[in-house]
């Protein structure tokens, strides 16, 4: 009888042991799977912004050498002065179009030079204030071109969501790095404010309408940053950037 009970709980224990494993190869395949579905995630996101800025220069150089040298010519070809005068405005709002949709040239400038003229312009643009508090002593030297045009493009759409929706009196930028090589990077307002979309899916973002925040998440993934949007109706707006560095 002992012998019998002996044998039951070795076969016990053969099968708890073959269930473990069994359970733990789970575990591990299904991380294999998520982080490979994440990988092609990310990469489809790098492709997909990569073909957006591609499309950004493409409209910059048709405008710039069809529609705004077109009315340029004309400007000259027309007597009434106030309507070449008008003209001369509309050919500088389309310049002002193509500049934005080139990105900076980082290799002279840096981001953080960027992040200001980017922040001077708005404010010259709009009635109320914009401030930029840049963390004292702050090197982003280190950060590669592709980083830092993802940041200055997800800033960028910050402010001309801002400049179109929020009729803020005051806007602000922060950007500072946290002790775990983190960059921070929160752009916020005083404006009416708004329900903020969720990051729920992209197909469901663009479905909404929402581009600028689809855009917006699509190149925090694609930098493996995360994308934080902290709004209520009438309480102004938050959106902060979270980069790890040296993941990067």
């Not at 733990?24 to 990469?43: D, T, V």
């Not at 708004?194 to 992209?202: E, I, Q």
Request: glycine residues 6%; charged residues 25%; negative net charge.
């Amino acid at each position: 009888m002992p012998n019998e009970i002996y044998f039951h709980l070795i076969w016990l224990f053969v099968i708890v042991i073959t269930l473990l494993m069994l359970f733990l190869c789970y575990l591990y395949f299904s991380k294999q799977r998520a982080q490979h579905n994440e990988h092609l995630s990310l990469a489809f996101s790098r492709d997909v912004i990569e073909g957006m800025e591609n499309e950004r220069q493409r409209i910059s150089k048709e405008l710039h050498d069809t529609v705004a040298q077109d009315l340029w010519r004309l400007s000259f070809q027309i007597d009434n002065k106030e309507l070449a005068k008008e003209q001369r405005v509309i050919i500088q709002r389309i310049r002002n179009i193509c500049d934005s949709l080139i990105p900076p040239d980082f290799q002279r400038r840096g981001l953080l030079n960027a992040l200001e003229s980017l922040c001077y312009n708005f404010g010259q643009r709009m009635e109320g204030e914009c401030h930029i508090k840049i963390q004292e002593g702050l090197n982003l030297n280190s950060m590669n071109i592709d980083l830092q045009l993802q940041c200055f493009r997800i800033v960028q759409e910050c402010l001309a969501n801002v400049e179109k929706h929020a009729k803020a009196a005051e806007t602000s930028v922060l950007v500072y790095k946290k002790e775990t090589d983190t960059l921070v990077i929160c752009v916020s307002d005083n404006g009416i404010g708004f329900s903020p979309p969720g990051r729920d899916s992209s197909d469901y973002l663009r479905s909404q309408g929402h581009m600028g925040f689809w855009g917006m998440y699509e190149r925090a993934a694609s930098i493996n940053g995360t994308l934080k949007v902290d709004s209520e109706k009438g309480e102004g707006a938050m959106i902060t950037l979270q980069i790890p560095l040296g993941a990067v």
